[in-house]
């Protein structure tokens, strides 16, 4: 089965920017995929959607992130990214991605904070 490895989370002050990447041991060429969070007490949840390539690769977003998001893939079909911008500290977070179907098995996930 495909394995996920996200990367790219860190420590970061509010109103700062991050670029997650989740790489992907096989091709997720076909796959609707997206990106999750969980946060500390809480459950994990959508964040950002993007459509397989062959589909236009179309996005969409959870309404806390619209706008500050912005989801993309390559075209080769490994990778899936995600740039944050005007982060806020309830954007605290696991970051994690799998297709939209959570179909794949979860990867350890990457850790953003946004903390003055």
């Known amino acids: 089965q495909v394995q996920l490895v996200e990367s790219g989370g860190g420590l970061v002050q509010p109103g700062g920017s991050l670029r997650l990447a989740c790489t992907a041991s096989g091709s997720i060429f076909n796959f609707h995929m997206a990106w999750y969070r969980q946060a500390p007490g809480k459950q994990r949840e959508l964040v950002a959607t993007i459509t397989s390539v062959g589909s236009g690769a179309n996005a969409g977003y959870e309404a806390a992130v619209k706008g500050r998001f912005t989801i993309s893939r390559d075209n080769v079909g490994r990778e899936v990214y995600l740039a944050m911008n005007s982060l806020k500290p309830e954007d605290t977070a696991v970051y994690y991605c799998?297709?939209?179907?959570?179909?794949?098995?979860w990867g350890q996930g990457t850790q953003v904070t946004v903390s003055s």
């Open positions: 799998n297709t939209i179907a959570e179909a794949l098995r």
